[in-house]
Nanobody, 115 residues
Framework: QVQLVESGGGLVQPGGSLRLSCAAS????????MGWYRQAPGKQRELVAT???????NYVDSVKGRFTISMDNAKGSVYLQMESLKTEDTAVYYC?????????WGKGTLVTVSS
């Protein structure tokens, strides 16, 4: 089993920055992919970014050039550095990990971008 706990959400003005963290615990060895997803009010959950143990990354087009995902393999942690935030980035951000074909989710952290 893998447990995921997100942190770092909050209220930020448009154009501001935030750094989300997700700490994994439990059977963190052999986690092969970690990622961030988000769900805005009234919308479906969507992929934001993923990173593999080998360092390959993938981003949704709307955050390319603004967000950076990184993974600390030793700690089993994943981070999302968010720059130039927009009001449309407002959502609950969820951490996801995959291990041996199973997926694990955190409970989410709220990011609100508003003036």
């Amino acid at each position: 089993q893998v447990q995921l706990v997100e942190s770092g959400g909050g209220l930020v003005q448009p154009g501001g920055s935030l750094r989300l963290s997700c700490a994994a615990s439990g059977s963190t060895f052999s986690i092969n992919t970690m990622g961030w997803y988000r769900q805005a009010p009234g919308k479906q959950r969507e992929l934001v970014a993923t990173v593999t143990r080998g360092g390959s990354t993938n981003y949704v087009d709307s955050v390319k050039g603004r967000f950076t995902i990184s993974m600390d393999n030793a700690k089993g942690s994943v981070y999302l550095q968010m720059e130039s935030l927009k009001t449309e980035d407002t959502a609950v951000y969820y951490c996801r990990a995959t291990r041996y074909g199973r997926e694990y989710w955190g409970k989410g952290t709220l990011v609100t971008v508003s003036s």
